[in-house]
C-alpha cells in the first residue's frame, strides 16, 4: 500500500482541496505533478492516492471536481477509477468544463488497519498528453484532469 503516516485523512463531509494549500502531497503515491494554488494535476497515464478515514464505514459517495484538458487536437479524455482493487468507475469526458467524478464506495472496499479504514485509489487516464507534443503551449507534463477538490459523504439508507 504506503506508508502508514503518508494517507490523506478524509471525514465525511468534509471537503478536501487539492492543490498548495490544502491536500499538497499528502497521500498522494505517485503521477502526480507539484501541488499548484488551488489544484494538482496528473503527470502520467495512473495517478494514485491514498486516502483514510476512521471505521466503520458506511457506503459513502465519493465526489471528486475538476477540468478534463481537452483540445481540439485532445477532444475526450477517458478516466477509471480504481479503488483497493475494485473497478469503481469510468467517465468519458469532451467539455473543458468543471466536472464532477462521482461514484458510491461500498463499505467492504475499504481495508481496515489499526484504528483506520484505508483506500488507494488509482486514476487510469490512458489519453494523458504533453501540451507541447500538441502545440498547446511549453508544458512537457502528461496532463488529462486538473484536480480541483474532493469529498466523501455519506449515503443515506
Not at 458510491?104 to 507541447?132: D, I, N, Q, T, Y
Request: with cysteine; proline share 6%; aromatic share 8%.
Amino acid at each position: 500500500m504506503t506508508r502508514r503516516d503518508s494517507f490523506l485523512e478524509c471525514e465525511p463531509g468534509v471537503i478536501r482541496l487539492f492543490g498548495a494549500a490544502d491536500i499538497g502531497t499528502k497521500g498522494m503515491v505517485s503521477g502526480w505533478s507539484g501541488p499548484e494554488e488551488g489544484h494538482n494535476w496528473n503527470d502520467g497515464v495512473e495517478a494514485a492516492c491514498a486516502v483514510a478515514v476512521k471505521p466503520p464505514v458506511t457506503r459513502l459517495m465519493l465526489s471528486v471536481m475538476g477540468e478534463p484538458y481537452v483540445t481540439r487536437a485532445r477532444p475526450a479524455q477517458e478516466i477509471t477509477l480504481y479503488g483497493n482493487g475494485y473497478r469503481l468507475g469510468f467517465w468519458r469526458l469532451s467539455a473543458r468544463a468543471e466536472t464532477a467524478l462521482l461514484v458510491a464506495l461500498e463499505p467492504e472496499w475499504w481495508l481496515e488497519r489499526g484504528a483506520k479504514a484505508v483506500m488507494r485509489l488509482m486514476l487510469h487516464m490512458p489519453h494523458s498528453v504533453r501540451p507541447k507534443d500538441i502545440n498547446d503551449g511549453q508544458d512537457s507534463r502528461e496532463l488529462a484532469f486538473c484536480y480541483r477538490s474532493m469529498c466523501l459523504r455519506p449515503i443515506a439508507g
